[in-house]
Every structure is written in structure tokens, then in C-alpha cells.
């Protein structure tokens, strides 16, 4: 069964520094989608970034990167420049291309210090 | 982007009355519907997956029978919470797969309360 791991309930960081929140899947498929989404107070969920297996390149958005193993079979997510509103719940994603199932891992809250 | 609109945002219900949570996709078709359930400060927990007129697939633990799910059509899919107990309560999300993109769109969630 695929299971994803994120061994930090809490995270904190002092705005304007850099971040990496971890995440480990388990999978014996080859071909799949990695996600990281983050949910606000408002409990919306909002994308942050998306990995694809098959890509060795790490994805990148704005203050946003990954760092993904796949041998290791590790997706951490850095934040640079860390701003107040990064402040949430962030949440690492496996995804089975046919099944289209998202699973998610128990979540790392990120308090963002002013 | 693509849009989910779910509704309601919240409700209150009595015990043993039934509740209907509706998501929509606004602009695009949504094949594949996925309806989650999560605590306060938890993640959140894949229910079933249901795919435009077929039925629905539940995961293991969660009751059919309590947890209605219909997707009648390429744009809708709705929960229906019967016979509703306190244990219920809970938010429930639903998320919409967008085969052309491989992307999935959230709605906003709906806050269930069983007094």
C-alpha cells in the first residue's frame, strides 16, 4: 500500500529565512505524481507544487522547490524568504497515475515568525 | 483555473436526519470525484472515489450505507450523510480530478455539525 510520511507535526521559522519541511513516501510503482499543498485557516487547499516521477529535474515555483529522491524515495519542500502567509498546514501528496487516488501524510504546521 | 464550488459551507443537523453536501465543477469535467474527511489538525482522509455513472468506490472502514455517494454527471457529485450521528461530525472535502491536465481542484469544504 502506498503510505506518505511527514515526520514533523510543527515547524517554525523567522520570516525572511528558508525552511525545508520533509516527506517520505512508500510506492513499488515506478510512475507517479508527488504533490505538496498547503491549507490556510481557511481550510481551502491550494496547490504549491507538483513533482512528476519520471522527472529527475526538481520543480520550481517562485520561493518554492523541491528536493526529490526518488531513490530514496524523499520530497522535501523548501521555502525561501519565508512571509507571513506561508503561516499553515502543509501537506505532502502521492498520486497513482491510473487510480488517480491522492493520498495525503499527516501534515506539518509551519508558524512563520515575524 | 478550474473551479469546485461546494456547498454547503457548514451546516447544523439533527441526529438521525440526513445531510446532502454538493460539488460542482464550474469549468471543467470532472470524471473522477474524490470526497475526504478530516479532523481538526489532521489530515485529511480518502472516503471514495466516485467516477461519473458508475458507482461509487469506498475505502476500507467507511460505511456505504451511511455515506451516500452520487455522480450522476460530468459536472456534479454530491455526499449524502445518512441517519447522521454526533461521530459524523467532521469537515468533509471534495476534490475534482481534471483528466486533461492531471491536476485536482479542491472546493472549499463543508463544516458538518450533528446535534
Known amino acids: 500500500a502506498q503510505t506518505v510520511t511527514q515526520s514533523q507535526p510543527e515547524m517554525s521559522v523567522q520570516e525572511a529565512e528558508t525552511v525545508t519541511l520533509s516527506c517520505t513516501y512508500d510506492?513499488?510503482?515506478?510512475?507517479?505524481?508527488l504533490f505538496w499543498y498547503k491549507q490556510p485557516p481557511s481550510r481551502q487547499m491550494i496547490l504549491v507544487i507538483r513533482q512528476e516521477a519520471y522527472k529527475q529535474q526538481n520543480a520550481t515555483e517562485n520561493r518554492f522547490s523541491v528536493n526529490f529522491q526518488k531513490a530514496a524515495k524523499s520530497f522535501s519542500l523548501k521555502i525561501s524568504d519565508s512571509q507571513l502567509g506561508d503561516a499553515a498546514m502543509y501537506f505532502c501528496a502521492y498520486s497513482l497515475p491510473v487510480t488517480g487516488k491522492l493520498i495525503f501524510g499527516q501534515g506539518t504546521t509551519l508558524q512563520v515568525k515575524p | 483555473g478550474a473551479v469546485v464550488s461546494q456547498h454547503p459551507s457548514w451546516v447544523i443537523c439533527k441526529s438521525g436526519t440526513s445531510v446532502k453536501i454538493e460539488c460542482r465543477s464550474l469549468d471543467f469535467q470532472a470524471t473522477t470525484m474524490f470526497w475526504y474527511r478530516q479532523f481538526p489538525k489532521q489530515s485529511l482522509m480518502l472516503m471514495a472515489t466516485?467516477?461519473?455513472?458508475?458507482?461509487?468506490?469506498?475505502e476500507q472502514g467507511v460505511e456505504k450505507d451511511k455515506f451516500l455517494i452520487n455522480h450522476a454527471s460530468l459536472t456534479l457529485s454530491t455526499l449524502t450523510v445518512t441517519s447522521a450521528h454526533p461521530e459524523d461530525s467532521s469537515f468533509y472535502i471534495c476534490?475534482?480530478?481534471?483528466?486533461?491536465?492531471?491536476?485536482?481542484?479542491f472546493g472549499s469544504g463543508t463544516r458538518l455539525t450533528v446535534v
Open positions: 466516485s467516477n461519473e455513472g458508475s458507482k461509487a468506490t469506498y
Open positions: 510506492t513499488s510503482e515506478s510512475d507517479y505524481y
Open positions: 476534490s475534482a480530478r481534471d483528466s486533461s491536465s492531471y491536476g485536482y481542484t
